[in-house]
């Protein structure tokens, strides 16, 4: 029933930025927590960003705080993930997730619903 696409991955030169969106099909979005994961090759998925379900509170991993904003916009539907000075070292397919639940989380086992991935290349 729910889905998430994601959108706005692509190539950007070290420095550039980029902003990921990805649209959740559920009409509960305004009750769930959402999250940014990344998963580079060879690599676990690792944590990137969460937001609660309010937009109040915001947790980053460390290698992508002050570069990194999580947002959400409840009458779209959408969650963010705005990235500024990019490095290399950001190069992943990064996912938005979903957890129905109001707190975000670090985990991934704690969220319920993935997206497809989008591919973020940052070149040198």
């Known amino acids: 029933q729910v889905q998430l696409v994601e959108s706005g991955g692509g190539l950007v030169q070290a420095g550039g930025s980029l902003r990921l969106s990805c649209v959740h099909s559920g009409h509960t979005f305004s009750r769930i927590a959402m999250g940014w994961f990344r998963q580079a090759p060879g690599k676990e998925r690792e944590f990137v960003a969460t937001v609660t379900s309010t937009g109040r509170s915001t947790y980053y991993a460390d290698s992508v705080k002050g570069r990194f904003t999580i947002s959400r916009d409840d009458p779209k539907n959408t969650v963010y993930l705005q990235m500024n000075s990019l490095k290399p070292e950001d190069t992943a397919v990064y996912y938005c997730?979903?957890?129905?639940?109001?707190?975000?989380?670090?985990?991934?086992?704690?969220?319920?619903?993935w997206g497809q991935g989008t591919q973020v290349t940052v070149s040198s």
């Open positions: 997730a979903a957890r129905s639940k109001l707190s975000g989380s670090t985990q991934a086992w704690d969220y319920d619903y």
